[in-house]
Nanobody, 127 residues
Framework: QVQLVESGGGLVHPGGSLRLSCVVSGFTHDYYGIGWFRQAPGKEREGVSAIRISHGITYYANSVTGRFTISRDNAKNTVYLQMNSLKPEDTAVYYC????????????????????WGQGTQVTVSS
C-alpha cells in the first residue's frame, strides 16, 4: 500500500524559506511521479511542482518558477520542495501526491494524474 507523509510546514516571514518533505513508501518500482499541490482558503487546489522519480524530470507552475525547487533522495524515498522567497500568497495547505505514470505523457498539474495523497501540511507566510 502506497503511503505519503508530508512534513516541514510552518510559519515564516515574507522572503523566508521552508523545505517540505514527502516520505514515500509502498512502490515496487521507480516509474512514478510525485507532485506538490496547494490549496489556499476559498481557492481550488493547484499544482505547484512535480518530479518523475525514474528520470528526475521536474515541472513547475509559473507562479513558483525560480523560487521553488523540487528534488528527490531515492535512498531515503523522500521528495523535497525547497521554497525560497516566500510570499503571503504562498500561504496554503501543501499536499504531496503520487501517480503511477510509467513512461507515458502526463498533465502533471492535473489531480486526476495522481492516485495517492498525503494528509497535507500548513504553510503560512505572514509578517
Amino acid at each position: 500500500q502506497v503511503q505519503l507523509v508530508e512534513s516541514g510546514g510552518g510559519l515564516v516571514h515574507p522572503g523566508g524559506s521552508l523545505r517540505l518533505s514527502c516520505v514515500v513508501s509502498g512502490f515496487t518500482h521507480d516509474y512514478y511521479g510525485i507532485g506538490w499541490f496547494r490549496q489556499a482558503p476559498g481557492k481550488e487546489r493547484e499544482g505547484v511542482s512535480a518530479i518523475r522519480i525514474s528520470h528526475g524530470i521536474t515541472y513547475y507552475a509559473n507562479s513558483v518558477t525560480g523560487r521553488f525547487t523540487i528534488s528527490r533522495d531515492n535512498a531515503k524515498n523522500t521528495v523535497y520542495l525547497q521554497m525560497n522567497s516566500l510570499k503571503p500568497e504562498d500561504t496554503a495547505v501543501y499536499y504531496c501526491a503520487a501517480g503511477e505514470w510509467m513512461d507515458r505523457h502526463v498533465y502533471w498539474n492535473h489531480e486526476s494524474e495522481y492516485d495517492y495523497w498525503g494528509q497535507g501540511t500548513q504553510v503560512t507566510v505572514s509578517s
